[in-house]
C-alpha cells in the first residue's frame, strides 16, 4: 500500500497514443466525409439516415464491451488474475450474441423499420437506405468484437496496442472506401462494404492481441463456449445503466435534430459545422477520459480508494488545461477553420459565434459534465450516473431546447444554450457526489 498503483509516468504512457487515436478518429471521419461526398445526393441521405439507426441499435453491446473492461480492470486492481480473464471472455461472448441478436431481425425486417422511422422519404432514398442498413447490420458482430477488445486493452494499459489497431482498421476503411466508391463507383453498397471489412481487420487484429496468454488481461486458448452467470450478471451490473444512459442521450439527440431541421438552412448548416468543429476541441480530453477509466478501476479494485480519488482529481485538472490549449487556438484560428468549411456567408457568421462560446465553456464545464463521470463509473457507482444524466438531458437539454430554441425563437442558438445548462445540470449532480466517498463504496468484485 506504500507505493503508488499508477506514476505520473504509467498515465502519460497511457496517454499519449490514445491522444493519437482519439486524433486519428477524428480525422478519418473528416476523410470519410470527403469520400462520401463520391456518391450521389440519395446515397448520402440514406447513408445519413442509417446512420442514426446504427447509433442507436449499436449502444447496448457497446455498453456490454465497455461494463466488461470495467469489471476486468477492477479484477486486476484486487490481483486476480483469473476473474479479469473469465471476464474478458464472458464479455466477448455476450457482445457477440447479443450483436447477432439485433444483426438478424435488423437484416430480415430492415425495410419495416426504415418505413416506420422514416414514413415519408422518397423511393430511391428508401432503395439505398435498405441496402445500407443490411450491410451495417452484418458487420455488428464484427464491431462488436472490436469494441469489446479494445476496451479491454485500454482496460490493462496497453494503449499502444489499440492505437495500431485502430489505425489499421482505419486505414483500411479509407483506402477501400476511395477504391469501392471513387474507383469502382459502387457508390453506397462500396461504403457498406468497406464498413464490414474495415471492421473485420479491427475485430481479426484485438482478437490476436488478446490470445496473447502472457497479457494481464486476455482470451482463454482454445476459447471456451461457457456462460458464466455470475459473472455475467457483474457485467450487466455496469453495462445496463450505461446503455440505458446512452440510447436515452441519442433519443433525446434525435428529437432535438428534428427541431433544427424545421430552421433556416443557414442555421442547419452552422449547427452541423460547429458539431464537426467541436469535435477537435475535445480530442485530448477523450483520451484522458479513457485512461480515467483504466486507472480508477484498478484503483478501486486495488481498495485504493483515496488514491483513486486524487489521481482523479489530477486528470480532471489535466482534462481542464487540454480544454484550454485546444479551445484557445480552435478560438484563435476560428477564420482559417471556419472557412475551410466553405459555407454561405450568414452560416459563417452563425458558426463562428457559436464556437466562440463553445471554446469558453468547454472550460469551465465540459470536464465536471463528461469527465468525472467516467470516474463514478469506473467506481461502479453506474446507477447514480445513469440517473443523473437522464434527469439532466431530458430536463434541461430536451425540453430546454424547445423552450429556448422554439419557444423563445433563439433557433439554433438557443439550441446550444440548452445544451450548456445541460452540462451546468451534469457538473452539479457529479461534483456533489464526488465530494463524498458514496461513490467509493460501490467495488464491483
Not at 500500500?1 to 477524428?26: D, G, H, W, Y
Not at 444483426?103 to 416506420?116: E, F, G, N, Q, R
Not at 419557444?407 to 445540470?425: H, K, P, S, T
Request: with cysteine; proline share 3%.
Amino acid at each position: 500500500m506504500n507505493s503508488r498503483l499508477f506514476s505520473p509516468k504509467a498515465i502519460r504512457r497511457m496517454l499519449i497514443p490514445l491522444v493519437f487515436e482519439q486524433l486519428m478518429i477524428v480525422l478519418v471521419g473528416l476523410v470519410d466525409t470527403a469520400l462520401l461526398s463520391g456518391i450521389n445526393q440519395s446515397s448520402l441521405a440514406a447513408f445519413s439516415l442509417v446512420d442514426s439507426i446504427n447509433q442507436l441499435l449499436t449502444q447496448f453491446f457497446l455498453a456490454i464491451g465497455a461494463g466488461g473492461a470495467i469489471i476486468a480492470a477492477q479484477y486486476l486492481g484486487s490481483e486476480d488474475r483469473k476473474g479479469a480473464e473469465q471476464t474478458a471472455n464472458q464479455a466477448a461472448l455476450m457482445v457477440l450474441s447479443i450483436s447477432a441478436l439485433i444483426a438478424i431481425p435488423v437484416m430480415l425486417l430492415k425495410s419495416p423499420i426504415l418505413h416506420l422511422l422514416y414514413p415519408r422519404i422518397n423511393p430511391e432514398i428508401r432503395g439505398f437506405s435498405e441496402q445500407y442498413l443490411l450491410l451495417s447490420a452484418i458487420s455488428y458482430p464484427f464491431f462488436a468484437l472490436y469494441n469489446s477488445g479494445t476496451s479491454m486493452l485500454y482496460a490493462q494499459g496497453h494503449s499502444k496496442l489499440s492505437m495500431m489497431t485502430s489505425i489499421g482498421m482505419n486505414s483500411a476503411k479509407i483506402l477501400m472506401n476511395y477504391l469501392f466508391i471513387n474507383i469502382w463507383k459502387m457508390d453506397i453498397a462500396g461504403a457498406g462494404l468497406a464498413t464490414i471489412l474495415s471492421r473485420v481487420i479491427g475485430a481479426f487484429m484485438v482478437t490476436l492481441f488478446l490470445m496473447d496468454q502472457h497479457a494481464p488481461i486476455h482470451y482463454t486458448r482454445p476459447f471456451k463456449l461457457h456462460y458464466n452467470r455470475f459473472t455475467i450478471k457483474r457485467i450487466l451490473t455496469v453495462a445496463l445503466p450505461s446503455g440505458f444512459e446512452n440510447i436515452v442521450f441519442l433519443t433525446c439527440k434525435l428529437l432535438i435534430g428534428m427541431m433544427i431541421a424545421s430552421y433556416s438552412g443557414a442555421m442547419i448548416a452552422a449547427n452541423a459545422a460547429a458539431n464537426t468543429i467541436s469535435t477537435y476541441i475535445s480530442v485530448p480530453a477523450n483520451a484522458i477520459n479513457l485512461v480515467t477509466i483504466t486507472v480508477i478501476s484498478q484503483c478501486v479494485g486495488a481498495g485504493r480508494g483515496q488514491e483513486a480519488k486524487r489521481i482523479s482529481k489530477l486528470l480532471q485538472l489535466g482534462t481542464i488545461a487540454s480544454l484550454v490549449i485546444t479551445g484557445s487556438l480552435v478560438a484563435l484560428f476560428m477564420g482559417p477553420i471556419v472557412g475551410m468549411l466553405k459555407l454561405g456567408t450568414e452560416a459563417h457568421q452563425i458558426t463562428r459565434n457559436l464556437m466562440f462560446v463553445y471554446c469558453a465553456v468547454a472550460v469551465i464545464l465540459h470536464t465536471p459534465a463528461f469527465g468525472l463521470p467516467n470516474t463514478l463509473r469506473a467506481a461502479g457507482d453506474n446507477r447514480y450516473v445513469m440517473y443523473a444524466a437522464v434527469v439532466s438531458v431530458v430536463v434541461f437539454r430536451l425540453l430546454g431546447s424547445y423552450v429556448l430554441g422554439n419557444l423563445m425563437n433563439l433557433q439554433v442558438y438557443g439550441i446550444w444554450y440548452a445544451m450548456y445548462l445541460d452540462w451546468l445540470g451534469r457538473s452539479v449532480f457529479f461534483l456533489w457526489r464526488f465530494k463524498g466517498n458514496k461513490w467509493l463504496e460501490h467495488r464491483l468484485v
